[in-house]
């Protein structure tokens, strides 16, 4: 079966791109369906919002124990399982490309270099060099806005793109 020729895709339906070969239009591609799209910047949003609100959900009744009690020592156990579940989040996204709230809105962390998921480590590098977008007035996390590809200066350190 013959299939026409499109603009940035091969010629041979079999040859399709992988993660890291990138069409015409610059963006990565995925096996035969449309290229990847970098996430909006309201997506990235969304989802840090999700994976906080859940996370403070989990330490909530322990916290609100602690105060009501006037023991500190409720309120530091309440951060033991958030600090857990912030670490499954890491490893969500390192071996899958995302945590809850990405999957919920459908965006995922991939390397710049190959479009393959970060692994453990690099999410986390990634999770600490987030401290670097808070340092100048909170100007790495509004640079996707206006990044040709989307990134903040923790993405750009890491070599990491955030794509639906």
């Known amino acids: ?13 079999n040859a399709g791109y992988g993660y890291g070969q990138y069409p015409q239009q610059g963006m990565p591609g995925y096996g035969y369906g449309a290229p990847a799209q ?4 309201g ?5 840090t919002l999700i994976d906080s609100l859940i996370g403070l959900a989990i330490s909530l009744p322990f916290l609100v124990a602690g ?9 530091y156990v309440g951060y033991i399982p958030s600090i857990g579940f912030y ?7 390192g071996t899958t490309g995302a945590t809850i709230g990405k999957k ?6 991939v390397r710049e270099a190959d479009g393959q998921y970060t692994g453990f480590g690099m999410a986390f590098v990634r999770m600490l060099a987030h401290i670097l977008d808070a340092l100048p007035c909170y100007l790495g996390y509004l640079w996707p806005l206006w990044d040709e590809k989307k990134q903040t200066f923790a993405d750009k350190i890491c070599g990491t793109l955030v794509i639906r």
Not at 43 to 47: I, L, N, P, Q, S
Not at 104 to 109: L, M, S, T
Request: zero cysteines.
């Open 67 to 75: 105060m009501a009690t006037e023991s500190p020592a409720l309120v």
């Open 1 to 13: 079966m013959s299939y026409p020729p499109s603009p940035g895709y091969p010629q041979d339906p």
């Open 104 to 109: 919920y809105v459908g965006i995922r962390v």
């Open 87 to 93: 670490l499954w989040q890491l490893h969500r996204q």
């Open 38 to 41: 970098f996430a909006s910047w």
């Open 43 to 47: 997506a990235r949003v969304g989802a």
